[in-house]
C-alpha cells in the first residue's frame, strides 16, 4: 500500500499569518496531487491541483511540488479564522482507476 | 446546477440489515468512487467505476456491494457481512481524461442501532 504522510497537527497560527502544511508520498510515479479542504462533519472540498515540479499560485493558496524529494505542500497566506480545517493532501494512483490516496489530514486552526 | 448527490445524509442500519446508499451525478463524468471515512482517519477505498457496468473492489471492498447501471447512478450497498460500518461513507466522480480531478458528494453517515 502506497503511503502519503501528513502531520496530524493541529497546527496553531495567528490571523494574518502563512500557514505552512507538508506532505509526503511514497509512489515515484504519481503525477497528480491535490489538496482538498474539509470542514468538521463535511465532505473534502477541493483548494488545489498540482502536476508539475514548481509553485502554483491561486489566490492566498500556493501548492508546492518536488517530485525528487517526493514532496507537496500548501501554503495559506493572510490566515484566517474562516480557513480552520483539516487539509487532506491526495495523490493518484495509477492502479486503481486513479483513485486517490488520502493523508489523513492536517488538522490547522487559525487563531483570531 | 451541476454536482454529486448522496442520500441519505443519515443512515441507521439495524444488526443483519443491509442498506443501499445512493450516488448521483450530473458531470457527466465516467469515474465514480466510493471511500469510507473514519473518524481521524483519511479516506479508504471501497469500489471504483470508470465505466458503465464495470467496476472494480479497492482496498477495503469487503462487505459491500456496487452496481453500475446508469453512467450517472453508482449506489454502495453496505451488507450484514460488513462488521463494523459506522463510518461517513463518500462518494465521489472525475473524469477519466487530464488530470482526472476528483469531486466528492455531501456523504452519508452511515449508524448502527
Known amino acids: 500500500q502506497k503511503e502519503v504522510e501528513q502531520n496530524s497537527g493541529p497546527l496553531s497560527v495567528p490571523e494574518g499569518a502563512i500557514a505552512s502544511l507538508n506532505c509526503t508520498y511514497s509512489d515515484r510515479v504519481s503525477q497528480s496531487f491535490f489538496w482538498y479542504r474539509q470542514y468538521s462533519g463535511k465532505s473534502p472540498e477541493l483548494i488545489m491541483s498540482?502536476?508539475?515540479?514548481g509553485d502554483k499560485e491561486d489566490g492566498r493558496f500556493t501548492a508546492q511540488l518536488n517530485k525528487a524529494s517526493q514532496y507537496v505542500s500548501l501554503l495559506i497566506r493572510d490566515s484566517q479564522p474562516s480557513d480552520s480545517a483539516t487539509y487532506l493532501c491526495?495523490?493518484?494512483?495509477?492502479?486503481?482507476?486513479?483513485?486517490?490516496?488520502f493523508g489523513k489530514g492536517t488538522s490547522l486552526l487559525v487563531t483570531p | 446546477d451541476g454536482g454529486i448527490t448522496q442520500s441519505p445524509k443519515y443512515l441507521f442500519r439495524k444488526e443483519g440489515q443491509n442498506v443501499t446508499l445512493s450516488c448521483e451525478q450530473n458531470l457527466n463524468h465516467d469515474a465514480m468512487y466510493w471511500y469510507r471515512q473514519d473518524p481521524g482517519q483519511g479516506l479508504r477505498l471501497i469500489y471504483y467505476s470508470q465505466i458503465v457496468n464495470d467496476f472494480q473492489k479497492g482496498d477495503i471492498a469487503e462487505g459491500y456491494s456496487v452496481s453500475r447501471e446508469k453512467k450517472e447512478s453508482f449506489p454502495l450497498t453496505v451488507t450484514s457481512a460488513q462488521k463494523n460500518p459506522t463510518a461517513f461513507y463518500l462518494c465521489a466522480s472525475s473524469t477519466i481524461q487530464a488530470q482526472k480531478t476528483q469531486y466528492f458528494g455531501p456523504g452519508t453517515r452511515l449508524l448502527v442501532l
Open positions: 498540482i502536476y508539475s515540479n
Open positions: 491526495a495523490v493518484n494512483r495509477w492502479d486503481s482507476g486513479y483513485a486517490l490516496n
